[in-house]
Nanobody, 119 residues
Framework: QVQLVESGGGLVQPGGSLRLSCQVL????????MGWYRQAPGKERELVAD???????NYADSVKGRFTISRDNHKRTMYLQMNSLKAEDTAVYYC?????????????WGKGTLVTTAS
């Protein structure tokens, strides 16, 4: 069974920082693209940032210059460093990974972690 486990969400004041983590668990052969998505109340889920197995990050315009995505392939973990947080960053953040496992190739989602930016 493949599982993505997120951590690091919480309540932060505007201008503050948080770091999210996402670890891939299971009998994994390879992890291809990994990404962070978010869904705010009443809105559709949107891509925040993604990163290939060799690096090469891609960011949504709304977070460029404030968020940094990275991954540690040895630890099977992806990170999202979020700085200068704004109220509009409030959302449930989900990690996603394109994985080769004993079950074949599949795209998996975490359960999500809530990030709330408020005074």
């Amino acid at each position: 069974q493949v599982q993505l486990v997120e951590s690091g969400g919480g309540l932060v004041q505007p201008g503050g920082s948080l770091r999210l983590s996402c670890q891939v668990l299971g009998n994994i052969f390879a992890i291809n693209v990994m990404g962070w998505y978010r869904q705010a109340p009443g809105k559709e889920r949107e891509l925040v940032a993604d990163i290939g197995s060799g690096g090469g990050p891609n960011y949504a315009d709304s977070v460029k210059g404030r968020f940094t995505i990275s991954r540690d392939n040895h630890k099977r973990t992806m990170y999202l460093q979020m700085n200068s947080l704004k109220a509009e960053d409030t959302a449930v953040y989900y990690c996603n990974a394109d994985v080769m496992s004993s079950y074949g190739r599949g795209r998996y989602w975490g359960k999500g972690t809530l990030v709330t930016t408020a005074s």
